[in-house]
């Protein structure tokens, strides 16, 4: 590879905007030399395949250079030279795509078992849907640079009316009962350090949108489930940042709506039933979906994209309760996670999700899966912003390899593999307004995934992970490796319990 001028003005024409006075190289502007870290030393990946997430097609033979946690070039191999110095990793025959989100998380397992295991399955970002002490620690470690793991939103405990289908079931939410206490809630949680507010089904009309007018003032977030009492169009109106899963959207896109929304009203909820609102709203959810009106559904989908709201589909938790007898007993990703965990994953399943269950239920539920996947192709062709994310918590779900699987069901849905692409990078930087991240652009943040095989040709190819860059460190086969035994030998190391800890899923 010859070191050209050409190669070396393009270097440092794009660090001059990102690290004053330094230049590419080893070489340093500060008088007295410090020991280089892992972020600041220079990486050059050549002859890679760049899939950069824009929707621009991929780029051949290209080579990306990294330093201080940035991208400072990407350019033709034959245009550039690797800087003196710098660690090369061989591109060739391999696909560069941005750093992977997770925009529906729920932390369920410990520190040696969650942040690892999003970075070795290249996840970069992750949405935490409720607050959790562990993951706000992790998150001020990471930052510091103290912990490796991905960049961590993190909202409010999930904000429901009074009563909450969380009463007793040992999940952490707050029940706004009243208008006042939903304005209350959305202030202490701001001055909390909450990235948002989570909404959640059982809110009355009046604090719903209460909750709405005070997030807008207080300039935070609100996002999660509409209210059974509410119209997602109108909560889209009111500024509703995102729509969490499929539930929600029947009815709104429904022949039989009005009909449909005084039935569900009516459904008596008590305290802690949230998995007899699951199962109280099915026949209602299912009369939605049969009766979806294409027509009335394209102005629903226009409003939602003038107004910005995002729809995170979380297609893999569908395929859980939709189709609950369909799941793997033997998948050996489950190996990752403690005897608890899984201890929990099939108490969940044998109790609340096959207990009863008839098979007329399974064809229904096959049924409107195969709905789901279309509403979800429809959300995309009308222009709806789409954002992937898993539901981890709920049983199966697991941190990391569940994104990819839900990049596949997307992909199933009838995504374009660029389309499904953006779900997990352009589109959740744009939500979070992070312009720096989500692509493969100079300047921008070097949150990176290396593949052996391209995510253009089969979108599961994103399993096919052979390095993963986090803010510029690069994490390569062997580390990865380890870091994967690692989790595993922590998984087997913990104790079974004699309980299992929790007694239903956080969706
Ligand atoms: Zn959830």
Known sequence: MQRSDISRRTVLAGAAGLATGAAVGLGRASAAPREPSAADRVTAITHVTVIDATGAPAKRDTTVVLRDGRILAVEPSRRIGVPAGAEVIDGRGRFLIPGL??????????????????????????????????????????????????????????VDGSPSLWEGLGAPYIAA???????????????????????????????????????????????????????????????????????????????????????????????????????????????????????????????????????????????????????????????????????????????????????????????????????VNDLDRAGVPLLAGTDNGTSYLMPGFSLHDELARLSQAG??????????????????????????????VADLVLLDADPLRDIRNTTRINSVVVRGRVIGPTERQRMLADVKRAATAMPVPAQPKAATCPC
């Open 101 to 158: 989100a997770n925009m529906h998380n729920h932390t369920f397992d410990g520190e040696a078992i969650e942040p690892p295991l999003h970075i070795a399955n290249g996840i970069t970002t992750v949405r935490d849907m409720t607050a959790n002490d562990d993951t706000s620690r992790w998150r001020r470690e990471i930052e510091a640079g103290t912990r490796l793991g991905p960049r961590w939103t993190v909202g409010s405990p999930i």
């Open 177 to 375: 009962a009243t208008p006042e206490e939903g304005r209350a809630t959305v202030r202490a949680q701001k001055d909390a350090g909450a990235d948002f507010v989570k909404v959640y089904t059982r809110l009355s009309r009046p604090t719903f949108f209460a909750i709405a007018d005070e997030a807008r003032r207080q300039r935070i977030p609100f996002l999660g489930h509409v209210s059974d009492f509410v119209q997602l169009t109108e909560a889209s109106d009111a500024g509703l940042a995102s729509v969490e899963h499929l539930f929600q959207i029947w009815y709104d896109t429904s022949s039989r709506e009005e009909e449909l929304r005084r039935d569900i009203t009516a459904v008596p909820i008590a305290g802690g039933e949230y998995n007899g609102w699951l199962n109280k709203m099915h026949p209602y959810e299912y009369a939605a979906a049969r009766s979806y009106d294409r027509h009335k559904a394209a102005g629903v989908f226009a409003r939602l994209a003038r107004n910005g709201t995002r729809v995170t589909p979380t297609l893999v938790l569908h395929t859980f309760t939709d189709m609950p007898g369909d799941t793997p007993m033997n998948d050996p990703r489950y190996a990752y996670f403690p005897a608890a965990t899984r201890e929990f994953w099939a108490y969940a399943l044998e109790l609340i999700y096959l207990n009863g269950r008839t098979p007329e239920q399974d064809a229904r539920g096959r049924e409107l899966f195969e709905r789901r996947l279309s509403l």
């Open 415 to 444: 995504l374009s593999t660029m389309r499904v692409l953006q779900t997990a990078t352009v589109e959740p930087a744009r939500y979070l307004g992070a312009r720096d991240r989500g692509t493969i652009e100079r300047g921008n």
